[in-house]
Each structure stands twice: as C-alpha cells, then as structure tokens.
C-alpha cells in the first residue's frame, strides 16, 4: 500500500494572517524606500579648517538685543574661544554694554574685528554709539581691521543717504581704519553717492531674501559682486555677511533647510577661496531673539545653533533629515500598530482592502512623523510650545478622523462577504407575530396623515393594529379629520390626542406603548408622513423568530424629490448614509435605529423602559440601549416606505441639528458604555458609534479652527513681518482630509449608491451646507443639557429668496469674513511663497462649507427650479441580492 502524504489544509485565518504580515512587509518596505528616497546624500566641498570671518552676535537663550538683555564678558570671551581655531575674524554690530568688549576679548584669541556701530531714528542713541565706537576702535587699533557705522539703515528707511553721509564722514576724520557701512547690494547699486563716503563697500549677500535657488544661489552671489566690482572699480568689495537659514519660510524659490544651509555655505566657500574674496558667514550663532524684528527665519542663520552646536555637517556627504532612519523606524512602527487596530474584526476584507488600509496607515504615520519633527526644529517658546500642542491634538484628530473615514471606505468597496446579510424567513399567517403600528403626530396636515393611513390600511398582513396619537396639537381642525378617518377604518385603527403631552415624540410613543393590544409582540413606527409598501411587515417582521433580534429595520425614503431641485439635492444627501454607512454598520451589529420605518421587539422595548423622553433623537438612543443589553439587529437597504423632506432649507438645517444635538445627548449619556464601561457593546460596536459620530465633531473643530484662520489672517495682515502664514505641513493636513473625504464620497457614490456626477457633486453641496449647522449643534451638546425638540414641518410653505437668504445669514458673514481675509493677505503680504499660497487655499476652502450654504439657501428660495437639473435618482443602490436580499416587491 502506497501512503501518499495530504497537502497540508490552511484555513481561511491563517491565509488572511499570512497576507496581513505580506502587506506590512510591502508597505514598510515602501515606506523606507520613500524616506531613503527623500534622503538621498548629496556630496559637496568640505568645509576649510579656518574660514575668513563670522558675524558676530553673541547673545544667547534668553538674550535679546531688543529687550536690552546682553551677555556676560564671561559668556562672549567663552564663544570667542570656541571660533578662535575656526575663523581670522568676527564681524560686531553695536556699541551697547558688554558687546562693546568684543575687540579687547577677541584680542586674546588672536582674532581680528570689524567694528560695527549700529544706527536707526533715535538721534541720541546714535551719538552714544559713535562716541563709543570711536574710542574704542582706537584702544584696539591692534586688531580692529576695519569699521562698519550703521547696518542696512538704508534699507529699513531709518536713515537718508545725507544722514548716513554724516556719519560716516565722522567717522573717516577720526579714524585711520578702512570705514564703511553696510548695505543690500541694490542700495549700493542705486545710491552711487554713497560710494564716495567709505573706503570700502560692505554688501550683503543674502540670495535666501532674493528668492534665488540655493542650486542658483553662489553664482548669484558672484554675478552681484562682479556687478559692484564694475560699478565701483576703485573701492575694495568686502561681503559683509552671506549665508543661507536653516529654518523658515519659502521665499519664492529659496527654501530655508539645514541640508540648503550646509550646501551653500560649503559651495560657497569653495568659490570664495578661489575667487578671493574677503566675507563673512552670517552668523556664528543662531539668534532666537531676531523672530521679533525679522520674523521665524531671523533665528535660524547660525552655522553653529543657540546651544553652540553644530547644524550640520562640515564634511560627510549632506543629507535633508540626518535621522531619517530613526524617523522612518517610527514612522513604520506607529504605522503597523495603526494597520493591526485598523484589521480588527475585519476578516471579511478583503487582500486589496487591506492593502488599500495599508496604505493609508503608513500615509498617516509618516506624515505625522514627519510634521512632529518639523515643528521640532524651532526653538520653543510658551506661545510654540501651546500651539504645538494644539497641533498634536489637531493632527491626532485630523488622523483619527482619516483613519474612519478609510475604514468605512474599504469596507463599503472591499468586503469580500456581507457577514450578516440579511436573509429572508418566511412564515405561515398563523406563526406571525402581532404587530402594533404606531404613528405619532404634532400638527400635521390632515390629507397627508390620511394617506399615511391608508397606505397602513392597505398592508399585506393577518395581525395588526394601528395607533395614532396626536399630541399637543391645538387646532381641532386639524387633527378631528384624522380622528374621523381612523374611525372610518375600523377597529383596528386607533386615535388619541392628548393635550397636554410632555416628552416631544417619545412622549407620544411611550403614550402609545401603555396602550398597545397586549398580544401584540412587535412595536413598528413610522412617521405621519410615510406610505408604507404592503408588504413591509409581511417581508420583515418574519426576522423576529430570530430570539436575539430585537430591531428590524429599513431606510428612511422620500417620494417628494421630483417636486424641486432643493429636494433632489437633500435626496441625494440623505441616500449616502442608509445605503453606505448603515450597510457597513450593519457588518458589526452596529446600526443608528430611525424613528420609521422600524421595528422593536416589544419585551425588549419595555425591558429598557421605553423611549427616552430627555433625548430629543430618542429613536438612536434607543437602539443603543438595546445593543447594551446584547440583543441584535437587522437591517435591509431597501425602501418599503416613502415620507416627504423638509420645504427649506431653515428645516433642513434644524433637523440636522436635533440629530447632531442628540448624539451628544447619548455620548454624554451613554459615555460609561461606549468608552469602555461594563456592558455587552463589543468593540466593534463601540468603534462605530464613536467614528459614526467623529466627522459631526470634526465639523465643530473645524469652525473653531476656521475662526482661528480669521484671526490668525488678520495678524498676518496688520503684523507681516511678525505673523508669517502657518507652515505649510500644518495647512496641510485639513486641505488632505477635506481632499480625501470628497473623494471618498465621489468613489462610494459613484459605486456604490449609482450616483451620476451631477447628483454626487448635489450631495456634496447638501452636505457641506450643514456643516456650520452640526458644529453649532455639537457644541451645544457639550454646554447644555437638553433643546426642545423641534418637529420638522411637512408640506409647508416655500420662503421667499430674501428670506431664504437670511436663513444662512451666519454663513454668509464667515463666508466673507474668509474671502476678505484670503484676499487682503494676498495683497498685503510682498513675498509669494508656499507657505502663503497654500494658506490662502486654506482660506478658500474653509470657505466651501459656507458658500455651499448659501447656494442651498439660494436654491430653496426657487422652489420651481426643475429636479432635472441633476437627473433623476431612482436607481436601485448597487446592492446585490447576495449582499442583502432580495428587493421586496413594490
């Protein structure tokens, strides 16, 4: 007998495992790849063991020369020493205090100076610092080379050319060491009578102000200095400070890095020997204290940083980030412990699924990585220490919201298998339970709730009564037709008005719950306004012989989309949700429970007594208790009911609000049993009803955010050499969830709901006109307790444009508020840069929501604009019969 060896059997965990870890693998691999990538080494000259001279400012953390608070004779002879080996000379700025000891200390280390006095508007400073200039070039003649009176007073408008003249000219008649003063190029250039009141022109050559490349920027350097040579061929060229900053804003095509710093200076210095030119490297030391008079980039010349630290290497090969390896070690380490949450309970993704999680996993850790250590690179201060915190709370909330949002995407696209799709059970008459339909109404027109109650009277099914009651409603005109009606139905069909009823529609519910027929096993709800399919309860009421299922429920659906294009456009916002979002809640027995079209199991509903009367989304609240108790759910995205949509645009907005506002009524609530508290949520269900609810806080950060980018605007406006536009990694990050949220609801309803591009793009405006609506209400739901309820009126009167227009009169003044403030910053800021340009894409896209508001106010202002402006929308969802069951028959 042959034995022949079995291949070996894997189930379908081990699989997934395997192609878990073969992803990571990947897309770690690829995220090296990228930071090595971005890193690569760039040779360049190696820096001279002595260069020809430093600018010489000595202050360090905690000095400043604006505040007057200098350092030690201790502190500057300590930095002399330090320079001593690696320069001949060290250029001075001013006269005051200990500064005026830099000759006589830099003596001892055998390094020459020139002497610097510095000048502005303040006459009798400038006196005090002549005077001192003077005596003290004289007690260092030894070593005081040359003399420079006044630093760029030209270019900051201090000082005339005549003023300046004065100045030097004194100068010149009491010394017989080589003066001049300092200045940009270009003033040199233009002011030739300046020339002839100096033995020598100082410049500076600075290309990072020009703008200029810093693969451009030594040919600059030498195309201006032979400029002046040819100018001025009499006078001797000194470059009086050349450098490039380590940190700081774009400016035009120059980017302030450490690798660029390292790469000028080096390339640079190589030309410089070979051109023999006599300079000096702005500056020895950085200098935090220049933030104040030369905004961020000020404090970032140094070769050598505040700590007397070198900023990059002098020799070895220049690379962007020298700790990119530690960097991307993080980065994939943060990544792979996101991705691993990101697969919990997902067995039904599929391979492309998790890769595309992946992805985006690795995406947001090395971005966030990356931003971390950015922001690191400045000197800290109170004021960047607290926005630096607000920035990590803002990046993790950026990237929690993402991480959902991609979640949700993959599931909705990648499911290889619906788990708990709904399957069919079909049941004798006998073996149906009883259901009791209940219809709660408030001042509702009477020949709409009739044809609701027809629609019930029409229903395909042996055992049912109906209960309608009308609370509160004032005028018998209104609701004694509907008593009479129901009486001329039959006995099946019951009438209550109660006046007075508190508790809103749940008042009304538990009201009809005491009064239910007490054979009756399932409680339906609909609202008035809903015509309801024959087959509804016959098609799932079957579900309930299920013990552990406890809610059955179907979309909310409208009928009156065709009647303008208002109601086509909050028709295609209100289809994402039921048919992309609840289906994938569904995968985890995670649904939102609607006050229609659904179905409680009555035992249950008394077990968790009933409806709550404090919430005002007291049917959300609802199925949350129920899930806390360990019972299931069932969920179909199919239509067997058709209500009607708010008239205007100011009820579609209150509405939002009560389902914003009450979902921070059950967090708060409910805040013990979705964070973690004893209950039988599982995680799955707790994950979905917390990231369900994030983009509505996201939303109310985001106008905290936008208010921020008003002011923050208005700064940069009135203070530009103060405030410079946020770094552009941090206006990045809500230009990419914005960014990616659009494009995952182009993709999910184009695929998924069969959306055209008119429709989708009708969705997008709908939705984005809410969004000033859902952060108010959130964060009312933080401050306050409870809002009345606020009943959506059905069949009401169109507003009139004007009146419609005042309805988003709030979003209409931030609108502007953020147009103004795009537009002034664009005119008043003299430099084009990233930074700027992507802050005032910023701006205008923070603006989207709110002019998305007052088009959808505008538009239900027209109540007769045609629906066919985006199509008709009747397409069945691309939801399979496999994935859901069967349509029912219509």
């Known amino acids: 007998?042959?034995?022949?060896?079995?291949?070996?059997?894997?189930?379908?965990?081990?699989?997934?495992?395997?192609?878990?870890?073969?992803?990571?693998?990947?897309?770690?691999?690829?995220?090296?790849?990228?930071?090595?990538?971005?890193?690569?080494?760039?040779t360049a000259p190696l820096w001279p063991d002595r260069i020809q001279g430093f600018s010489f400012s000595p202050m360090r953390e905690g000095q400043s020369a604006v505040t007057h608070v200098l350092p030690t004779e201790e502190e500057i002879d300590s930095d002399l020493a330090l320079l001593a080996d690696k320069t001949y000379a060290v250029r001075s700025y001013t006269m005051e205090g200990s500064l005026a000891k830099i000759p006589e200390l830099a003596r001892k280390h055998g390094l020459n100076v020139t002497l610097g006095a510095w000048l502005d508007k303040d006459q009798e400073k400038n006196e005090r610092e002549?005077?001192?200039?003077?005596?003290?070039?004289?007690?260092?003649?030894?070593?005081?080379?040359?003399?420079?009176?006044?630093?760029?007073?030209?270019?900051?408008?201090?000082?005339?050319?005549?003023?300046?003249?004065?100045?030097?000219?004194?100068?010149?008649?009491?010394?017989?060491?080589?003066?001049?003063?300092?200045?940009?190029?270009?003033?040199?250039?233009?002011?030739?009578?300046?020339?002839?009141?100096?033995?020598?022109?100082?410049?500076?050559?600075?290309?990072?102000?020009?703008?200029?490349?810093?693969?451009?920027?030594?040919?600059?350097?030498?195309?201006?200095?032979?400029?002046?040579?040819?100018?001025?061929?009499?006078?001797?060229?000194?470059?009086?400070?050349?450098?490039?900053?380590?940190?700081?804003?774009?400016?035009?095509?120059?980017v302030a890095s450490p690798a660029n710093e390292a790469t000028f200076l080096r390339r640079f210095l190589e030309r410089a020997a070979e051109e023999q030119y006599t300079y000096y490297v702005m500056e020895a030391f950085d200098q935090p204290w220049k933030k104040v008079s030369e905004g961020a980039v000020g404090a970032y010349w140094g070769v050598y940083n505040v700590y007397r630290q070198p900023k990059f290497a002098f020799s070895e090969p220049i690379v962007e980030i020298?700790?990119?390896?530690?960097?991307?070690?993080?980065?994939?380490?943060?990544?792979?412990?996101?991705?691993?949450?990101?697969?919990?309970?997902?067995?039904?993704?599929?391979?492309?699924?998790?890769?595309?999680?992946?992805?985006?996993?690795?995406?947001?850790?090395?971005?966030?990585?990356?931003i971390v250590y950015s922001y690191s690179r400045q000197y800290l201060t109170v004021a960047t220490i607290l926005v630096g915190l607000l920035l990590i709370v803002g990046m993790i909330g950026v990237t929690v919201v993402l991480l959902a949002e991609a979640h949700e995407w993959a599931e909705a696209t990648w499911a290889a298998t619906r788990r708990r799709q709904f399957k069919r059970v079909e049941l004798a008459d006998d073996q149906l339970p009883m259901v009791s339909v209940h219809?709660?109404?408030?001042?509702?027109?009477?020949?709409?709730?009739?044809?609701?109650?027809?629609?019930?009277?029409?229903?395909?099914?042996?055992?049912?009564?109906?209960?309608?009651?009308?609370?509160?409603?004032?005028?018998?005109?209104?609701?004694?037709?509907?008593?009479?009606?129901?009486?001329?139905?039959?006995?099946?069909?019951?009438?209550?008005?109660?006046?007075?009823?508190?508790?809103?529609?749940?008042?009304?519910?538990?009201?009809?719950?005491?009064r239910t027929a007490p054979e009756a096993e399932v409680v339906a709800v609909i609202d008035s306004d809903y015509m309801v399919s024959p087959n509804w309860l016959r098609d799932l009421t079957p579900q309930f012989s299920n013990p552990k299922i406890a809610i059955v429920q179907a979309p909310q659906d409208y009928r009156d989309d065709s009647e303008s294009l208002f109601k086509a456009m909050c028709y295609a916002e209100y289809r994402g949700f039921f048919y992309i979002g609840m289906v994938t809640r569904n995968e985890r027995n995670a649904i939102i429970q609607h006050g229609t079209m659904t179905m409680v199991r009555r035992s249950v509903l008394e077990e968790v007594a009933g409806w709550a009367e404090w919430c005002i989304t007291e049917d959300a609240e609802l199925g949350l208790k129920i899930f806390e108790k360990g019972y299931e759910a069932a969920y179909i995205a199919d239509s067997y009911g058709r209500g009607v949509m708010p008239d205007t645009f100011i009820d579609f907005k209150k509405q939002r609000f009560r389902w914003a506002y009450g979902a921070v009524q059950i967090m708060r609530h409910h805040s013990s049993a979705l964070f973690g508290g004893k209950t039988n949520l599982t995680f799955g269900q707790r994950y979905h009803f917390i990231a369900g609810w994030l983009p509505w806080v996201a939303d109310s950060l985001n106008l905290l955010f936008t208010l921020a980018a008003v002011y923050w605007s208005v700064a940069m406006i009135h203070f530009p050499r103060l405030v410079?536009?946020?770094?552009?990694?941090?206006?990045?990050?809500?230009?990419?969830?914005?960014?990616?949220?659009?494009?995952?609801?182009?993709?999910?309803?184009?695929?998924?709901?069969?959306?055209?591009?008119?429709?989708?793009?009708?969705?997008?405006?709908?939705?984005?006109?809410?969004?000033?609506?859902?952060?108010?209400?959130?964060?009312?739901?933080?401050?306050?307790?409870?809002?009345?309820?606020?009943?959506?009126?059905?069949?009401?009167?169109?507003?009139?444009?004007?009146?419609?227009?005042?309805?988003?009169?709030?979003?209409?003044?931030?609108?502007?508020?953020?147009?103004?403030?795009?537009?002034?910053?664009?005119?008043?800021?003299?430099?084009?840069?990233?930074?700027?340009?992507?802050?005032?894409?910023?701006?205008?896209?923070?603006?989207?929501?709110?002019?998305?508001?007052?088009?959808?106010?505008?538009?239900?202002?027209?109540?007769?604009?045609?629906?066919?402006?985006i199509q008709d929308m009747t397409t069945t969802p691309d939801l399979t019969a496999e994935e859901e069951g069967s349509a029912p028959a219509k």
């Open 1 to 42: 007998m042959v034995c022949r060896k079995q291949p070996p059997i894997y189930s379908s965990k081990s699989i997934m495992n395997r192609a878990n870890i073969l992803i990571s693998i990947a897309i770690a691999v690829i995220c090296l790849s990228f930071w090595a990538f971005l890193n690569q080494p760039e």
């Open 130 to 254: 002549i005077e001192k200039l003077i005596s003290v070039a004289r007690g260092n003649y030894r070593n005081v080379v040359r003399i420079i009176v006044g630093n760029e007073a030209v270019l900051r408008g201090e000082l005339t050319i005549d003023q300046l003249a004065g100045y030097l000219d004194r100068v010149r008649d009491a010394l017989d060491i080589p003066v001049s003063t300092a200045e940009p190029w270009h003033v040199w250039f233009n002011n030739k009578d300046l020339v002839n009141h100096v033995d020598f022109i100082a410049v500076h050559m600075l290309p990072y102000w020009e703008g200029v490349d810093v693969d451009r920027a030594v040919d600059y350097v030498v195309d201006h200095v032979n400029l002046l040579k040819a100018s001025f061929p009499d006078k001797e060229i000194i470059i009086g400070e050349v450098g490039w900053p380590s940190n700081g804003r774009t400016r035009y095509s120059a």
């Open 439 to 514: 219809v709660p109404a408030y001042n509702e027109p009477p020949e709409m709730l009739k044809e609701t109650l027809d629609a019930l009277a029409n229903l395909d099914y042996p055992h049912y009564e109906v209960i309608v009651v009308d609370n509160n409603t004032k005028d018998p005109a209104v609701w004694q037709p509907v008593e009479a009606h129901c009486a001329k139905l039959g006995s099946c069909f019951r009438f209550f008005h109660v006046d007075p009823l508190s508790g809103f529609k749940a008042g009304a519910l538990n009201f009809a719950l005491a």
């Open 724 to 869: 410079d536009p946020p770094l552009l990694l941090l206006s990045a990050m809500p230009l990419t969830l914005f960014i990616f949220k659009l494009a995952k609801m182009f993709y999910l309803y184009r695929s998924r709901v069969n959306a055209t591009v008119a429709q989708t793009f009708a969705s997008a405006l709908a939705g984005l006109s809410l969004s000033h609506t859902i952060s108010k209400a959130i964060m009312n739901g933080f401050v306050t307790k409870s809002k009345p309820f606020f009943r959506t009126p059905k069949m009401a009167s169109h507003h009139a444009v004007l009146r419609a227009l005042m309805s988003a009169r709030e979003e209409f003044l931030i609108m502007t508020a953020l147009w103004s403030a795009a537009y002034i910053v664009k005119q008043t800021q003299t430099v084009d840069s990233p930074d700027l340009l992507v802050w005032i894409i910023v701006l205008l896209v923070q603006s989207i929501p709110y002019v998305s508001a007052v088009i959808i106010s505008l538009i239900s202002g027209f109540a007769r604009l045609p629906k066919k402006i």
């Open 322 to 370: 020298p700790e990119w390896r530690l960097l991307a070690g993080i980065s994939i380490g943060i990544a792979l412990i996101t991705f691993a949450f990101l697969l919990i309970d997902s067995k039904t993704l599929s391979k492309r699924g998790r890769g595309f999680l992946a992805v985006i996993a690795f995406g947001a850790a090395s971005g966030a990585v990356w």
